[in-house]
């Protein structure tokens, strides 16, 4: 099997490949652009989306960089790689990797649900599946976005119609384009962040359309769309309803934590139902979590007879594998 370390980010020694490492690595994978998975590099493989998208949130990259389209198989030295749909944000990615050690799947960020500005995941059959499992416990399931999209937007109205400002906090990239896809398809202005707008492009070229955009002003007609991180951009408006969008929302006290009106549950990461039916696709030897409730996850895999073992958490598998 592929010796798998856990070193400034998931490291494939026998490569000398890094997975979304944070630090600067000599060859590294980015799955996608946000930043708790992206760095500078001295060679970066990505989608092209992510690369514009990282170009346009960290400034000018240098290095080299390497871009790979869905399905694309390149040969390095010492490992074959491909790219495979993630379903997180726009541009995100698995990789697949063949070393002469054997096969590996690298989730990254992703989710099985259908998003309406990402594309679809898929999966391959790997020998090792490195799986993100952020949400790793049984009792995050989430409700499709077919039931959560609507409610958001019937909370938009019902603000509007009482004469109040709805300001939705959703991540500058991912949810926040899921959200206004469903506002300008229900006919509702939005009023986005700077921080979201000036994404937008990438989306645009992508052949994703936005309407109902307005400026950032002081009207009372259109929905606010803001980051969480940038929430203190609303002081300047008054009667404000605010509502979080967050997969966290399917724990009942993240309304009061996020002190917002409403909390909804959309995520982009896999709920615990679609963990398991990845790994059931994938059919790996062994399956290594990371992030989040990986331990847990883990314990409940070998419960079903699957050899799962977490690289984070603090019973982590001695490291090397």
Known sequence: MVEVRLSRGVHLPGAKLWLDPRRRAQRAFVSHAHSDHTGRHDLTIATPATLDLMALRMGRLKGELIPMDFGEAREFDEFTIRLVPAGHVLGSAQCYIETEEGSVLYTGDFKR????????????????????????????????????????????????????????????????????????????????????????????????????????????????????????????????????????????ATVFRSRCDAAFPLSDHAGYDDLLRHVEDVAPRRVLTLHGFAQEFARDLRARGIEAWALTGPNQLDLPL
Request: charged letters at 20%.
């Open 113 to 252: 649900r259908a998003g309406a500005t990402s594309e679809a995941a898929g999966f391959c059959h790997a020998e090792t599946l490195v799986i993100e499992t952020t949400f790793g416990l049984p009792k995050y399931v989430f409700p499709p976005p077919e039931a959560v999209l609507p409610a958001i937007v019937e909370f938009c109205k019902s603000t509007l119609d009482a004469g109040a400002t709805p300001a939705l906090l959703a991540y500058s990239l991912g949810k926040a384009q899921e959200v206004l896809a469903a506002l300008g398809a229900a006919g509702l202005a939005s009023m986005p962040h700077s921080s979201i707008v000036k994404l937008l492009p990438v989306y645009e070229r992508a052949g994703y359309r936005f309407p109902g955009l307005v400026e950032w002003s002081d009207r009372r007609d259109a929905v606010i769309v803001c980051p969480p991180s940038s929430r203190n951009s609303l002081s300047g408006f008054k009667d404000l309803r605010t509502a979080v969008i967050t997969g966290w929302a399917l724990d009942s």
